[in-house]
């Protein structure tokens, strides 16, 4: 079974942004974003998906996509740009549904 790996999600957001933007934000400001993504899938039961589900095939994108775009205006300290946002939660899904295909 593969792993979830911080270091790689960190690469596969950044590929996915702007070499302008990616250079804006530290690791540690795109690691708080993964971890309210790992927060929001604790607080809705959701760390135990079945692997034929992916969270964006479902109605819980646009819920996830809410919650993190909440948690990040109450962190006034985070920097990271309100359009930016939905680009690095969809990057961070990408990287967990390649891990998952990788064990099929």
């Given amino acids: 079974m593969s792993t979830f790996d911080e270091d790689s999600a960190i690469k596969v957001i950044r590929e996915s942004l702007p070499d302008t933007k990616s250079a804006s934000y530290t690791d540690d400001q795109i690691l708080n974003v993964i971890d309210m993504i790992w927060d929001f899938y604790e607080e809705n039961g959701l760390l135990e998906i079945d692997d034929d589900e992916e969270i964006e095939e479902t109605a819980l994108f646009d819920d996830l996509l809410r919650y993190v775009t909440k948690m ?11 359009e930016d946002v939905e680009t690095i939660v969809r990057a961070e899904i990408d990287y967990e549904n390649s891990i998952d295909s990788l064990d099929d």
Avoid at 72 to 79: A, E, N, P, R, V
């Fill in 72 to 82: 990040l205006q109450k962190d006034k300290q985070s920097g990271i740009a309100p």
